[in-house]
């Protein structure tokens, strides 16, 4: 007969997220998860397979309680140009409440550290800018003021620029001490696309 779990899974989660996060994955050690999470290892193993289940299992959670929070506005029936910058104010203004320069994006963050090196860590990668193009996309394609399907191509395009943007933005946020550089980077990035689809 097993045992009853003596902690929860979702707090277990949380705290390994944020050390995946601050750290990235090759060097968070599994001694390292142990002392933040108060779980064994043997219950750590039993839970996750290993260390790379248990990062995988931390993405998935990252997805759901970090990103959809923070992109939901993109994502919306009825999303605007007025959605896509609350989305890039709204990430700048928790960045610079938790203090820069901060941790960036944990899926950037994987990107570029282990995403190369790893099929599944890439596929976690790639459902993530998957997402981000359809969300932006869709805003866009709320703003345009004149949507015609030959068109659909231009939106395609800037879709992926924000979506190359927004992984370079917070990535350079890990080495940026103030938010006014990022906020004025928005701005640039924001008023081309905003004249181009509403003029």
């Known amino acids: 007969m097993s045992r009853p779990k003596l902690y929860d899974r979702n707090e277990v989660l949380h ?3 944020e050390l995946f996060w601050s750290r990235g994955y090759y060097a968070t050690s599994i001694d390292d998860l142990v002392r933040s999470t108060g779980v064994s290892r043997h219950g750590l193993y039993s839970e996750f397979g290993d260390k790379r289940g248990l990062f995988v299992a931390v993405m ?6 970090v990103v959809s929070p923070a992109f939901g506005c ?26 820069l ?14 995403g190369p090196h790893d099929a599944a860590f890439s596929a976690l990668v790639r459902h993530h800018l998957d997402r981000l193009d359809a969300g932006f996309r869709n805003a866009l394609w709320g703003a345009y003021s004149r949507r015609q399907p ?15 943007a927004a992984q370079g933005l917070w990535s350079v946020s890990r080495v940026t001490p103030e938010p006014g550089s990022l906020t004025a980077f928005v701005d640039n990035l924001l008023r081309p696309i905003e004249e181009r689809l509403i003029r």
């Open 15 to 17: 705290r390994a997220m």
């Open 60 to 65: 998935e959670t990252y997805f759901e309680t």
């Open 101 to 114: 320069p901060g941790p960036g994006c944990l899926v950037a963050n994987t990107m570029t550290e282990s």
């Open 150 to 164: 030959r068109d659909a191509a231009v939106i395609d395009d800037l879709a992926r620029f924000l979506t190359i």
């Open 74 to 99: 993109v994502e919306a029936k009825g999303a605007g140009l007025a959605d896509i910058r609350a989305y890039f104010d709204m990430q700048i203004r928790l960045a610079a409440a938790k203090g």
